[in-house]
T-cell receptor, first 115, second 114 residues
């Protein structure tokens, strides 16, 4: 079955530390990749997306992600986190043999940034 | 995002009760989705609809039903609620064309079944 894996369930960082959250998917073929963020008490918002082209994608709030097709990965990075980045982060994929109409989400990574 | 609204925002109910969660959108999107979110499990798709006459089961549709009353409205029903349906429920929308997979989420409904 198709799946999206986020290996880190909980991450705790101090402000100004660098962040990398892992995301791997199990599809072959063409995929679209997304990172969504859920701030405490809020709904999911799109952080960044990859459809095609440059595999290094820049999103909002200084986040970026790199698509490495050979590794089936789409890791999220930020050079220097802030307290306001405390949130839950979800990787999502569509395409492959599930088609492009549905998103499959990873289980999420809860990030806590201490001041 | 105020373009996708959900009512109620919180609901506590008892086992066996019928519950309806409503979703409305002003984005003009054709596609609408219902997800549930559980700690450690991420978001799982319950049902989705690509237009008023199109309803599809997601990965966890058992115990749920939906109604697409209009392009802008998509309701989720629990005919006989059970405690393991306690979760956070999200509605989402997407356009039929343009960016595939780009979804816009409502604020969520926190449902507790006692």
């Amino acid at each position: 079955a198709q799946s999206v894996s986020q290996h880190n369930h909980h991450v705790i960082l101090s402000e100004a530390a660098s962040l990398e959250l892992g995301c791997n998917y199990s599809y072959g073929g063409t995929v679209n990749l997304f990172w969504y963020v859920q701030y405490p008490g809020q709904h999911l918002q799109l952080l960044l997306k990859y459809f095609s082209g440059d595999p290094l994608v820049k999103g909002i709030k200084g986040f970026e992600a790199e698509f490495i097709k050979s590794k089936f990965s789409f890791n999220l990075r930020k050079p220097s986190v802030q307290w306001s980045d405390t949130a839950e982060y979800f990787c999502a994929v569509n395409g492959g043999n599930t088609g492009f109409q549905k998103l499959v989400f990873g289980t999420g990574t809860r990030l806590l940034v201490s001041p | 995002d105020a373009d996708v609204t959900q009512t109620p925002r919180n609901r506590i109910t008892k086992t066996g009760k019928r519950i309806m969660l409503e979703c409305s959108q002003t984005k003009g999107h054709d596609r609408m989705y219902w997800y549930r979110q559980d700690p450690g499990l991420g978001l799982r798709l319950i049902y989705y609809s690509f237009d008023v006459k199109d309803i599809n089961k997601g990965e966890i549709s058992d115990g749920y039903s939906v109604s697409r009353q209009a392009q802008a409205k998509f309701s989720l029903s629990l005919e006989s609620a059970i405690p393991n349906q306690t979760a956070l429920y999200f509605c989402a929308t997407s356009a039929a064309t343009g960016s595939p997979g780009l979804q816009f989420f409502g604020p969520g409904t926190r449902l507790t079944v006692l």
